[in-house]
């Protein structure tokens, strides 16, 4: 993306594999988080937590998750349209449309081949 602040960049994953942990399908239920703290667009640190979110029956939403660990960026495939009220009010940018692995992930948001998430929630079920 060109400019050189350092970002906190999150993905939704189903394990813990960093880089090549495939990006969980719905955001709101994934199981884990890989932050991947990016300079320049190169890859300086990666942490992976569980989110223990409300839909695994932890006490807060995958959005929260991410506000509290200072997320900038999220890179999802999926989400629904509370996460992208709570992620934008909390000044996070979303894109979705991702797929395959961190890695992959990464890249296609690198060549912004994903689009904003803030257009386009999931409708899918409750949320």
Request: charged fraction near 20%.
């Amino acid at each position: 993306m060109g400019d050189d602040q350092i970002k906190n960049i999150l993905f939704p994953t189903e394990d813990e594999m960093g880089l090549n942990s495939p990006i969980c399908p719905h955001f709101g239920k994934t199981p884990y988080l890989t932050l991947l703290k990016v300079e320049d667009d190169i890859i300086m640190d990666l942490k992976v937590f569980e989110t223990q979110g409300r839909h695994a029956g932890g006490h807060a939403t995958a959005a929260e998750v991410v506000l509290i660990n200072d997320g900038d960026v999220v890179i999802c495939g999926n989400l629904g349209g509370k996460a992208v009220e709570i992620l934008g009010n909390g000044g996070v940018q979303v894109f979705s449309g991702a797929n395959g692995t961190v890695s992959q992930a990464f890249h296609q948001w690198k060549n912004e081949d994903l689009k904003p998430g803030s257009l386009e929630p999931c409708t899918e079920g409750h949320h």
